[in-house]
């Protein structure tokens, strides 16, 4: 079955630590994106990529670090220099990399928790 | 001021009923328009797309309001299982922009 993967569904962070969250889509889509979501508030871009090799800063940048080394996967790193990394994590892939008239799809999301 | 606003709810209906809410827009050279479902802790899922002309899917109708700045969607006949927060989303460039989202919940 196509689909995107997020894993692990649940990750825990000792303060100070490097956490790699990842997400891998076997449905040949060109773009990828990373949000976070707090409680109560919409989805926030992270970070986004429309090729293999190339990525973009989205609004909330600080903190994280991806690669886009195979079209496949599209890692997000949270570093120690996110002051509040404790949020739901989603990865989504969409075939335009514009992102326009076209759905994205969602992996189930990683849930990280700071210790 | 925020890019996509929605009235957070929660919208308590019972079943059968009908329930609308609106989504509103800053940026007027927004091109592309969709709601997306999302249930507890759980990833989003697409609900439909929003064409100028208005849409149906079934049960659900959605509008674009271009000059007002503002989609809609409206559920008839309400399901136990349209329980959900209903996303809001809007593109610009590669930009996918989402609102906070609107809780439905559905009592028997």
């Not at chain 1, 886009?68 to 990394?85: D, G, H, I, Y």
């Not at chain 2, 208005?54 to 809609?72: M, V």
Request: net charge neutral.
């Amino acid at each position: 079955d196509g689909g995107i993967t997020q894993s692990p569904k649940y990750l825990f962070r000792k303060e100070g630590q490097n956490v790699t969250l990842s997400c891998e889509q076997n449905l040949n889509h060109d773009a990828m994106y990373w949000y976070r979501q707090d409680p109560g508030q919409g989805l926030r871009l992270i970070y986004y990529s429309q090729i293999v090799n190339d990525f973009q800063k989205g609004d909330i940048a600080e903190g994280y670090s991806v690669s886009r080394e195979k079209k496949e996967s599209f890692p997000l790193t949270v570093t120690s220099a996110q002051k509040n990394p404790t949020a739901f994590y989603l990865c989504a892939s969409s075939i335009d990399p514009e992102g326009l008239n076209t759905e994205a799809f969602f992996g189930q999301g990683t849930r990280l928790t700071v210790v | 001021r925020k890019e996509v606003e929605q009235d957070p709810g929660p919208f308590n209906v019972p079943e059968g009923a009908t329930v609308a809410f609106n989504c509103t827009y800053s940026n007027s050279a927004s091109q592309s328009f969709f709601w997306y479902r999302q249930d507890c802790r759980k990833e989003p899922k697409l609900l439909m797309s929003v064409y100028s002309s208005g849409n149906e899917d079934g049960r659900f109708t959605a509008q674009l309001n271009r000059a007002s700045q503002y989609i809609s969607l409206l559920i008839r006949d309400s399901k136990l299982s349209d329980s959900a927060t209903y996303l809001c989303v809007v593109t610009y460039d590669y930009k996918l922009s989402f609102g906070a989202g609107t809780t439905v919940t559905v009592r028997a």
